[in-house]
């Protein structure tokens, strides 16, 4: 069964420290994986996108690892913001149409 | 930011009330989704469309219906609403290709009660 496993549900940091959150994935066939901010109440902003030969792939603060062989991938910020917090979502995609999506990390930041 | 619409944002209706749920994008995308979001819970996929006058259920069961008669415009349907459909429902778009990536309206949040 295609699934993607994402931890923690939730954590709280405090500002400026970093943090790691980590994508689980067993779906087959994997074209590609892309982790998405949701803001409360918002839809999806895609923030990475990596291919199945693509280690690491960084957006300003946001720095995403791929280990294609392990199935995983791990989304790291650095330097957080009071506006990062937001849940975190790791989405495969399993074809053309196909995309799988975790139930997300909640990241929350405070001053 | 996507220029991706949804109406309405919230909507709060008795049970067995018929309703629209709208979605349009301004990009000229030929790929529109609708996903169903419960709180807390990943996103499910309930229909697709790959252009005008392509509709296709989605992996989750549902008994709402979708039309695309023209490429920006992608409404959703309930004809008869139930207090099981009470969710978030987003609606999405993108290029054709692998690699591109899916832009997300604001959603609308259904109440049926």
């Known amino acids: 069964k295609n699934q993607v496993e994402q931890s923690p549900q939730s954590l709280i940091i405090l500002e400026g420290k970093n943090c790691t959150l980590q994508?689980?994935?067993?779906?087959?066939?994997?074209?590609?994986l892309r982790w998405y901010k949701q803001d409360t109440g918002r839809g999806p902003v895609s923030l990475t996108i990596m291919t199945f030969s693509e280690n690491t792939k960084s957006n300003g603060r946001y720095t995403a690892t791929l280990d294609a062989d392990t199935k995983q991938s791990s989304l790291h910020i650095t330097a957080s913001q009071l506006s990062d917090s937001a849940s975190y979502i790791c989405?495969?995609?399993?074809?053309?149409?196909?995309?799988?999506f975790g139930t997300g990390t909640r990241l929350k930041v405070l001053a | 930011e996507a220029d991706i619409y949804q109406t309405p944002r919230y909507l709060v209706i008795g049970t067995g009330k018929k309703i629209t749920l709208e979605c349009s994008q301004t990009m000229g995308h030929d790929k529109m989704y609708w996903y169903q979001q419960d709180p807390g819970m990943e996103l499910h996929l309930i229909h697709y469309s790959y252009g005008v006058n392509s509709t296709e259920k989605g992996d989750l069961s549902s008994e709402s219906t979708v039309s695309r008669i023209r490429t920006e415009h992608f409404p959703l349907t309930l004809e008869s609403a139930r207090p099981s459909h009470t969710s978030q429902y987003l609606c999405a778009s993108k290029r054709e290709g692998f690699y591109n990536e899916q832009f997300f309206g604001p959603g609308t949040r259904l109440t049926v009660l």
């Open positions: 994508c689980n994935y067993t779906v087959s066939p994997f074209s590609n």
């Open positions: 989405v495969v995609s399993a074809g053309t149409y196909k995309y799988i």
